[in-house]
């Protein structure tokens, strides 16, 4: 049963969530790290993470069913009953939104409000089902958790929170694009309106050489802006260009489904490289950095 419980929480989603929330901690810690700090907020995303996606399983559970990747899935099978679901979401959400208001700052919990807000009531109730925009909508509730780290040190939202975001929002397009191409076939059946279904696949990768672009431009804007280091550069720099060059190549593939998820999996390479990048080489910003010349 515990099994159950934990499973509803989509643990790879809550880890993949993590690696980006470390991300933002550390670059704005700046190598002083407040390590009860760094452990609570940890763990208060994560709780307000797991509860978004409890909250996601109960709400699609009438489409999970028409999907091979979700058909297994504890509400699906009657395993977990609906509203015992929802009073399990409730709970981990009201303990994670506490846990960063009181150990962390009330911009921290605000923001994971917000993230949980965009996620559970604008694109999993709504978006997801009726508008092709709804990808758009979603990324911003999953660029939510570096700017959280962030945001739990800083206690403000400044360009370095807005360039995080700016990354991560874009990273999601090309990424959850390329989800759809390879599943979509199930995206098909459950009747979800994503890019590839609507406008067809040709359309979609258009769009996802488009924000892999704009993904470039905002990976540097963390140096330019004196947050990041020139290490980070580089690998940030390699990573979007090979990323790009894999998105090219689906142009000339007889192969969708194999391309798009290795363009999947890269993507994931790519967000946890910068992740671990900006943990280890962070600039204190200075006045008149590159940034505002660019501005």
């Known amino acids: 049963m515990i099994k159950q419980y934990l499973q509803v929480t989509k643990p790879g989603i809550i880890f993949g969530n993590l690696i980006s929330v470390v991300g933002g901690f550390l670059l704005a810690s700046k190598g002083s790290i407040d390590y009860p700090l760094f452990l609570a907020t940890l763990i208060g995303v994560s709780l307000v993470v797991a509860s978004g996606c409890v909250f996601n399983n109960f709400i699609d ?31 981990l959400g009201l303990a994670g939104g506490a846990l960063l208001y009181v150990a962390a700052n009330a911009l921290a919990m605000w923001l994971a409000v917000m993230g949980f807000v965009i996620y559970v009531g604008v694109y999993s ?3 997801k089902r009726h508008s092709v925009y709804g990808t758009l909508i979603g990324s911003l509730s999953g660029a939510a ?41 199930d995206y098909q059946a459950a009747n979800i309106p994503v890019l590839p279904v609507v406008k067809g696949i040709s359309v979609a990768k258009n769009h996802i050489t488009l924000y892999i672009l704009a993904f470039m431009v905002a990976t540097l804007m963390l140096t330019l802006g004196g947050y990041a280091g020139y290490k980070y550069l580089v690998v940030a720099a ?16 007889d192969n969708d489904r194999v391309w798009a998820r290795k363009l999947f999996v890269f993507s994931i390479v790519a967000i946890t490289s910068l ?17 505002t010349y660019v501005w």
Request: glycine fraction near 6%; proline fraction near 5%; hydrophobic fraction near 50%.
């Open 61 to 91: 559970r009438d489409i999970d069913k028409k999907m091979e990747r979700t058909k297994n899935r504890a509400l699906v099978r009657g395993l977990i009953a609906p509203k015992t679901t929802l009073v399990y979401a409730s709970i």
């Open 125 to 127: 109730l709504y978006m």
């Open 145 to 185: 958790p570096p700017v959280i780290g962030y945001c739990a040190v800083t206690n403000e939202f400044d360009a370095g929170a807005l360039i995080l975001l700016s990354i991560f929002s874009l990273w999601q397009m090309p990424h959850s694009y390329a989800i759809a191409i390879f599943r979509f076939k």
């Open 238 to 253: 390699a990573v979007s260009v090979w990323w790009l060059g894999m998105a090219l190549r689906g142009y000339k593939t």
């Open 275 to 291: 992740s671990v990048m900006m943990s280890v080489d962070f600039n204190v910003p200075v006045t008149g950095s590159l940034l």
